[in-house]
C-alpha cells in the first residue's frame, strides 16, 4: 500500500475518533469519497492499527444507530421553516 493512503487512512481514523464525526462530514473534510472513507477506516485501518481500527468502528457505530433520529429532525427542521 501506498505510504499516502497509510497516511490518510490513519488520519482519518484519528479524525474520527477525535470529532465523532460522521462518514459524510469526514469525507467532506478531506475531499474524498464516501466509499473511500469507508475503505480506509474498515479495510486499511485494521492492516495499519487495529486498535484504532476497533475504537473507530465503536464511533461509526454509534452513528449509523442514530442516523435516523438526525434525518428525522432535519426533516423537521426543514418543514418548521417553511
Excluded: C, W
Amino acid at each position: 500500500m501506498k505510504e499516502y493512503i497509510e497516511e490518510r487512512a490513519l488520519e482519518i481514523g484519528t479524525y474520527i475518533m477525535e470529532s465523532n464525526a460522521t462518514v459524510r462530514q469526514t469525507a467532506k473534510k478531506f475531499g474524498v469519497s464516501k466509499s473511500t472513507v469507508h475503505k480506509d477506516v474498515s479495510e486499511r485501518l485494521e492492516h495499519i492499527n487495529p486498535t484504532l481500527a476497533a475504537e473507530v468502528r465503536k464511533v461509526l457505530d454509534v452513528n449509523k444507530a442514530e442516523r435516523h433520529i438526525r434525518g428525522g429532525l432535519a426533516t423537521r427542521e426543514k418543514y418548521l421553516h417553511n
